[in-house]
């Protein structure tokens, strides 16, 4: 009896709900009830960020860097749940985009709509016809697949999204108005900088891969082992004969030995034969503006990486402004220079913060390091501007003085050996 008399009661109850009009306000409850379920659970970190910004004020900045930093976090954690025994690489490679693609998104928020078929076709694509995967890809792991892996998607969408240049965004950017700021130092017109910009239409990502793990010491020491009884001087001699004029008269002006300067020509870009494809001004802006710190690392070598990369990137941007200089005080277009890959211009292989030491060998009014007696010139400048006051006879028994001069060209031990065995063969040739 007890249980049936509780029906009529509750049957009351609704009907004077649904009478007074109430299941509208039940029914407006819930909806806000779900809505802020569903917020929290989408925008959770920003509402804590922000939650945050009433404690201690942030600058905007401040809080899009500790959002990323967090997504970065979480996406490392959803890659580490990928099966590591997964070695097929084009299922691979689909699993990290998908899981990468929000935190990408977010971190670029690129203008154009990005298909995932496409995309991972396209990096499938890079990576078949890419020298530095094919050689590494079977002597790594699975984790050092992965953490490169992760790391080479995020340079992909850079390349595939971010490689257009705009410079009226870029006039808004703090790098602009820096450069902006020393151009009045130095007096430069403003205009020019901004006509010499907007012939730049793409960027170029090449450092970001250059830079990923470096081994630097090794790779030099590769590139500098030679057999010097296998070398080739008689090209060197010829090159002495046709341009001993400039040659000797660097030595006398600025006392570098005419050979060493010949050794240095031989190992940066081989005499000029050596041909330079990069554009320094879309390799500069590219690395100034960019860096990529790979999701992967753990937290100590993260903290390291993202040193060294705000370290980069304030080099490219200091390389940046002096390219800009010398171009306008050169009379140069933007296509006019050729670089590497990382920016170093000309047969001397400077880079754009040391242009300011480039001279006019062949007295035409330009400092063109493209034009060979204004590079053998500017590198007689560059070693007595760093030290080089004095001429020092080219024999063993002086090795340690020049090698000495040589490391403030260049910092690799290998390198100076190089240029001083060289030099010191091709002395002895020309007397």
Same mark, same amino acid.
């Given at each position: 009896?007890?249980?049936?008399?509780?029906?009529?009661?509750?049957?009351?109850?609704?009907?004077?709900?649904?009478?007074?009009?109430?299941?509208?306000?039940?029914?407006?409850?819930?909806?806000?009830?779900?809505?802020?379920?569903?917020?929290?659970?989408?925008?959770?970190? !920003?509402? @804590?960020? $922000?939650?945050?910004?009433?404690?201690?004020?942030?600058?905007?900045?401040?809080?899009?860097?500790?959002?990323?930093?967090?997504?970065?976090?979480?996406?490392?954690?959803?890659?580490?749940?990928?099966?590591?025994?997964?070695?097929?690489?084009?299922?691979?490679?689909?699993?990290?985009?998908?899981?990468?693609?929000?935190?990408?998104?977010?971190? &670029?928020?690129?203008?154009?709509?990005?298909?995932?078929?496409?995309?991972?076709?396209?990096?499938?694509?890079?990576?078949?016809?890419?020298?530095?995967?094919?050689?590494?890809?079977?002597?790594?792991?699975?984790?050092?697949?992965?953490?490169?892996?992760?790391?080479?998607?995020?340079?992909?969408?850079?390349?595939? &999204?971010?490689?257009?240049?705009?410079?009226?965004?870029?006039?808004?950017?703090?790098?602009?108005?820096?450069?902006?700021?020393?151009?009045?130092?130095?007096?430069?017109?403003?205009?020019?900088?901004?006509?010499?910009?907007?012939?730049?239409?793409?960027?170029?990502?090449?450092?970001?891969?250059?830079?990923?793990?470096?081994?630097?010491?090794?790779?030099?020491?590769?590139?500098?082992?030679?057999?010097?009884?296998?070398?080739?001087?008689?090209?060197?001699?010829?090159?002495?004969?046709?341009?001993?004029?400039?040659? /000797?008269?660097?030595?006398?002006?600025?006392?570098?030995?005419?050979?060493?300067?010949?050794?240095?020509?031989?190992? /940066?870009?081989?005499?000029?034969?050596?041909?330079?494809?990069?554009?320094?001004?879309?390799?500069?802006?590219?690395?100034?503006? $960019?860096?990529?710190?790979?999701?992967?690392?753990?937290?100590?070598?993260?903290?390291?990486?993202?040193?060294?990369?705000?370290?980069?990137?304030?080099?490219?941007?200091?390389?940046?402004?002096?390219?800009?200089?010398?171009?306008? /005080?050169?009379?140069?277009?933007?296509?006019?220079?050729?670089?590497?890959?990382?920016?170093?211009?000309?047969?001397?292989?400077?880079?754009?913060?040391?242009?300011?030491?480039?001279?006019?060998?062949?007295?035409?009014?330009?400092?063109?390091?493209?034009?060979?007696?204004?590079?053998?010139?500017?590198?007689?400048?560059?070693?007595?501007?760093?030290?080089?006051?004095?001429?020092? !006879?080219?024999?063993?028994?002086?090795?340690?003085?020049?090698?000495?001069?040589?490391?403030?060209?260049?910092?690799?031990?290998?390198?100076?050996?190089?240029?001083?065995?060289?030099?010191?063969?091709?002395?002895?040739? @020309?007397?």
């Amino acid at each position: 009896m007890v249980t049936r008399s509780l029906f009529p009661g509750l049957k009351n109850q609704i009907r004077y709900i649904l009478k007074r009009k109430h299941l509208f306000m039940i029914k407006n409850y819930i909806i806000r009830i779900f809505l802020f379920l569903f917020l929290n659970a989408l925008f959770a970190e !920003p509402i @804590l960020y $922000f939650r945050d910004l009433s404690k201690t004020p942030k600058l905007l900045y401040q809080v899009e860097e500790e959002l990323i930093a967090s997504r970065s976090d979480s996406l490392r954690n959803r890659i580490s749940e990928i099966p590591i025994g997964e070695r097929l690489l084009n299922q691979l490679v689909k699993k990290i985009y998908v899981s990468s693609a929000k935190y990408l998104n977010f971190k &670029y928020t690129p203008s154009e709509y990005v298909d995932t078929l496409t995309f991972v076709e396209s990096i499938l694509e890079d990576l078949s016809n890419s020298n530095y995967f094919q050689k590494r890809k079977t002597s790594w792991d699975d984790t050092s697949l992965i953490n490169y892996l992760t790391f080479k998607i995020e340079l992909h969408f850079l390349e595939e &999204y971010l490689n257009r240049f705009d410079i009226k965004k870029f006039k808004d950017s703090d790098i602009y108005n820096d450069i902006i700021d020393q151009a009045r130092k130095d007096s430069l017109e403003i205009n020019k900088i901004d006509t010499l910009l907007s012939q730049i239409k793409t960027l170029k990502f090449d450092p970001l891969h250059f830079y990923y793990k470096p081994n630097s010491i090794k790779e030099q020491q590769w590139v500098d082992k030679f057999d010097i009884n296998k070398f080739n001087f008689e090209r060197l001699e010829k090159f002495y004969n046709d341009h001993a004029d400039v040659l /000797e008269r660097t030595e006398d002006e600025y006392k570098v030995n005419k050979e060493i300067i010949i050794a240095i020509l031989r190992k /940066e870009t081989n005499l000029g034969e050596y041909k330079l494809s990069y554009n320094p001004f879309q390799v500069l802006l590219g690395q100034a503006q $960019f860096g990529i710190l790979n999701p992967m690392l753990n937290d100590s070598d993260k903290d390291k990486q993202k040193k060294r990369i705000e370290r980069l990137k304030r080099s490219a941007q200091r390389s940046l402004y002096h390219i800009i200089k010398y171009s306008i /005080e050169n009379g140069f277009k933007a296509d006019d220079i050729k670089s590497n890959f990382v920016g170093a211009v000309g047969h001397t292989q400077f880079m754009p913060f040391n242009l300011y030491l480039a001279r006019d060998g062949d007295y035409d009014g330009k400092a063109d390091l493209s034009n060979m007696d204004d590079a053998i010139i500017s590198i007689g400048n560059f070693l007595n501007h760093n030290g080089w006051k004095t001429y020092i !006879p080219l024999n063993k028994q002086n090795k340690d003085r020049i090698i000495k001069q040589i490391l403030k060209y260049n910092t690799s031990d290998s390198y100076a050996d190089a240029v001083f065995q060289i030099a010191l063969r091709l002395s002895e040739r @020309l007397k």
